[in-house]
């Protein structure tokens, strides 16, 4: 990204950045160098004080040491690498003339305001369902939503966790047991390269355990999951995207994030918007079946939890109408892409 910003002054290339994340992790992304100065890491990604982060009182908390640049480094020179390149490219995004975000007024007003230059907010982004399939990561097995519509109003579990969570056999298994125990119906998604050290067999004979309760399937067409009346709520990794999706379309969450943007994601959900529960490991990091029976049957028995849900499709549908906050910011973003 930085050397296209680095034309600009060099031969006059107008240029709008596109962020896949939050408008709250581009924020917290400009602070970094300030927690340097204060001690909190230091320039190589190394944590000196483990402190909670917090920018603005209704904006996410997350702790040190689940800032994207840190629990995405898997090796001290990779954590280096990663704070060195926000260290270097953090001035240059001055030289863009608009950041536009998959996000919306109404959730970020407070982390858009601390951008580094003037932000339009255009989210909740959705693709329309004539996209073609060369869009998706493997093919979607539609078959799943003839199986909703055999199910009752909000009675199933969809479980899903993006394109690069991989689980081990353990946890696995526990997630498994989990979901049977809940005695509700349910959809999990398991990806070709979802489980570590776990053949075709223990696949297989998940799909035989289950049949006639829960379905599984190699990858869903989330949007129209989500959309479905059937489904109870959302377990999920919390990735952007399908934070903003489960908003769109008022879904509580059970978040189970795993590393980058996701931890931040998840204080947004539960501490900020109050529309899910955070999933708890125990003392040896496996999120346990019980764990998984109790913390759905805690969430769907939360009636507060549904209705702030709901309340955020409400303001996600009234964004995008005509008139709303980011119909307007995307007419904005049109007049300025029609600028002589």
């Given at each position: 990204m930085s050397f296209v910003l680095e034309l600009v002054p060099a031969v006059g290339v107008r240029v709008a950045l596109f962020s896949t994340y939050s408008a709250a992790i581009f924020a917290l992304r400009m602070h970094v160098p300030k927690m340097v100065q204060d001690g909190i890491i230091d320039e190589t990604g190394n944590?000196?004080?483990?402190?909670?982060?917090?920018?603005?009182?209704?904006?996410?908390?997350?702790?040190?040491?689940?800032?994207?640049?840190?629990?995405?480094?898997?090796?001290?020179?990779?954590?280096?690498?990663?704070?060195?390149s926000v260290l270097k490219n953090n001035p240059t995004f001055s030289l863009a003339e608009t950041i536009v975000c998959n996000t919306f007024q109404e959730i970020e007003s407070g982390a858009l305001a601390l951008l580094p230059i003037p932000a339009l907010a255009v989210g909740p982004l959705e693709a329309p369902r004539s996209t073609s399939a060369a869009g998706h990561f493997w093919a979607e097995d539609e078959t799943c939503l003839p199986w909703l519509d055999a199910q009752a109003p909000g009675s199933v579990v969809y479980v899903a966790f993006g394109s690069l969570t991989v689980f081990d056999?353990?946890?696995?298994?526990?997630?498994?047991?989990?979901?049977?125990?809940?005695?509700?119906?349910?959809?999990?998604?398991?990806?070709?390269?979802?489980?570590?050290?776990?053949?075709?067999?223990?696949?297989?004979?998940?799909?035989?355990?289950?049949?006639?309760?829960?379905?599984?399937?190699?990858?869903?067409?989330?949007?129209?999951?989500?959309?479905?009346?059937?489904?109870?709520?959302?377990?999920?990794?919390?990735?952007?995207?399908?934070?903003?999706?489960?908003?769109?379309?008022?879904v509580p969450f059970l978040c189970w994030p795993y590393f980058a943007d996701q931890f931040l994601n998840q204080s947004y959900i539960c501490d900020v918007w109050g529309a899910g529960l955070r999933i708890r490991a125990d003392e040896r990091g496996?999120?346990?079946?019980?764990?998984?029976?109790?913390?759905?049957?805690?969430?769907?028995?939360?009636?507060?939890?549904?209705?702030?849900?709901?309340?955020?499709?409400?303001?996600?549908?009234?964004?995008?109408?005509?008139?709303?906050?980011?119909?307007?910011?995307?007419?904005?973003?049109?007049?300025?892409?029609?600028?002589?």
């Amino acid at each position: 990204m930085s050397f296209v910003l680095e034309l600009v002054p060099a031969v006059g290339v107008r240029v709008a950045l596109f962020s896949t994340y939050s408008a709250a992790i581009f924020a917290l992304r400009m602070h970094v160098p300030k927690m340097v100065q204060d001690g909190i890491i230091d320039e190589t990604g190394n944590v000196r004080r483990n402190e909670r982060i917090q920018l603005r009182p209704k904006m996410p908390a997350i702790d040190a040491t689940e800032l994207p640049w840190i629990s995405l480094g898997k090796s001290p020179e990779s954590r280096r690498a990663m704070i060195q390149s926000v260290l270097k490219n953090n001035p240059t995004f001055s030289l863009a003339e608009t950041i536009v975000c998959n996000t919306f007024q109404e959730i970020e007003s407070g982390a858009l305001a601390l951008l580094p230059i003037p932000a339009l907010a255009v989210g909740p982004l959705e693709a329309p369902r004539s996209t073609s399939a060369a869009g998706h990561f493997w093919a979607e097995d539609e078959t799943c939503l003839p199986w909703l519509d055999a199910q009752a109003p909000g009675s199933v579990v969809y479980v899903a966790f993006g394109s690069l969570t991989v689980f081990d056999a353990e946890r696995l298994q526990e997630l498994a047991d989990g979901l049977v125990l809940t005695g509700r119906p349910f959809l999990w998604v398991v990806r070709p390269n979802f489980a570590d050290g776990v053949g075709d067999g223990w696949l297989d004979g998940l799909r035989r355990r289950v049949a006639g309760t829960g379905l599984v399937v190699g990858w869903a067409p989330q949007q129209r999951v989500l959309a479905h009346p059937s489904v109870a709520c959302f377990v999920s990794h919390c990735g952007w995207n399908s934070t903003m999706e489960g908003v769109r379309h008022g879904v509580p969450f059970l978040c189970w994030p795993y590393f980058a943007d996701q931890f931040l994601n998840q204080s947004y959900i539960c501490d900020v918007w109050g529309a899910g529960l955070r999933i708890r490991a125990d003392e040896r990091g496996v999120v346990t079946k019980e764990e998984i029976r109790g913390k759905v049957a805690r969430l769907l028995g939360d009636e507060g939890i549904k209705a702030r849900a709901l309340s955020l499709r409400s303001a996600a549908c009234a964004s995008v109408a005509d008139g709303g906050s980011s119909h307007q910011d995307l007419l904005k973003l049109v007049s300025l892409l029609t600028e002589d």
